[in-house]
């Protein structure tokens, strides 16, 4: 048998870059997404960022005026502005309703899809991809014809129940039935994403592990608390990300059903106000600045939550 020395010396020296080479050999592979990527995302957010530092209004547009380097001036006038902290405070309980719904609803019904026999499986994972496939203009505007007024089913249905109130009833003249109504269909065309995605992670779960919590008398609701979340946390941190910056960022369904920020600017929402600011009152610069805090108030929620899940050793 040869000693411990003589094998370590026939063994052929590793080359000098190796390691660096293993380093760089996903950056490799990764290099054309990320000039993509770079391209449509980080140049929009170069120009974001410059225009908010600039007065640059509809006299900049149409050439009348030269353009001027404000500095922090916009972000100023912005934050010492009431209704922006209104409309702010306003969008983050908003969205923090329209994810915490969505996730609710998403996460019964994988479950629901995994008791269910395959027809009626069937059927529901293709009304609810309807649902998701459905553009955002064309959903909010079957959601304010069910409920208008005049011609909605809805007031028509309830009126025939005996509820005599609801005759010509407006469910967007009020602050909070019209967010009300903007919540669910907000979460009738987010919830298929998190149904899918949950229901896949359901599935990759072992069999026998669900059995066995079976086996040990557990309900279904502990199943999915104790054994399933844990399991599923991963998916869950990804679905609840990307619902907080749809959400966060709902545009189109306000501006549809509330017809462009509800009775007095009632139902305003940061987007819709940077909309205003931007195009309706040709404060393009102004506009500009509210799209750059949104953009770092969803990178630090996103970095914040994602902190906290790693100072819990839970493994993304």
């Known amino acids: 048998m040869r000693s411990g020395s003589e094998r370590e010396g026939r063994r052929r020296p590793r ?18 997404a990320l000039l993509v990527l770079g391209g449509l995302l980080l140049y929009p957010i170069y120009q974001l960022v410059l225009m908010s530092l600039l007065e640059y209004t509809q006299a900049q547009v149409s050439g009348g005026e030269p353009t001027t380097f404000q500095g922090l001036a916009n972000y100023t006038r912005l934050l010492g502005d009431e209704q922006f902290w209104e409309v702010l405070t306003t969008t983050v309980g908003f969205a923090a309703v329209c994810v915490a719904a969505t996730l609710a609803v998403g996460c019964a019904l994988a479950v629901l899809l995994t008791r269910v026999r395959a027809l ?5 994972m293709l009304a609810a991809l309807g649902a998701w496939a ?3 203009v064309t959903g909010s505007t079957v959601w304010v014809f069910l409920f208008d007024p005049d011609y909605g089913p809805v007031n028509r249905v309830l009126v025939w129940f005996g509820l005599s109130g609801f005759q010509d009833h407006s469910w ?3 602050r909070y039935s019209a967010f009300a109504l903007v919540l669910c269909e907000v979460v009738w065309c987010s919830f298929p994403f998190v149904m899918v995605t949950v ?3 359901i599935k990759a779960i072992p069999q026998e592990v669900l059995e066995a919590a079976a086996l040990d008398g557990a309900s279904q609701w502990r199943t999915w608390r104790t054994v399933m979340v844990p399991m599923l946390r991963p998916i869950l941190v990804v679905v609840t990300i990307q619902s907080v910056i749809w959400d966060f960022k709902v545009f189109t369904q306000i501006y549809v059903m509330t017809d462009g ?13 940077a909309y205003q600011k931007a195009f309706a009152s040709s404060q393009y610069s102004l506009g500009s600045a509210i799209g750059v805090v949104m953009l770092l108030i969803l990178l630090v929620v996103t970095l914040v939550y994602l902190r906290l899940l790693r100072r819990r050793g839970e493994e993304l």
């Open 120 to 124: 009626p499986r069937l059927a529901l």
């Open 134 to 136: 459905t553009p955002a």
């Open 15 to 32: 080359p000098a870059g190796g390691a660096r080479g293993g380093r760089l050999t996903p950056w490799i592979y990764l290099a054309p």
């Open 261 to 273: 920020g509800g009775v007095a600017g009632q139902n305003l929402v940061l987007n819709v106000y």
């Open 172 to 174: 967007t003249y009020g």
């Open 199 to 201: 229901y896949a992670g």
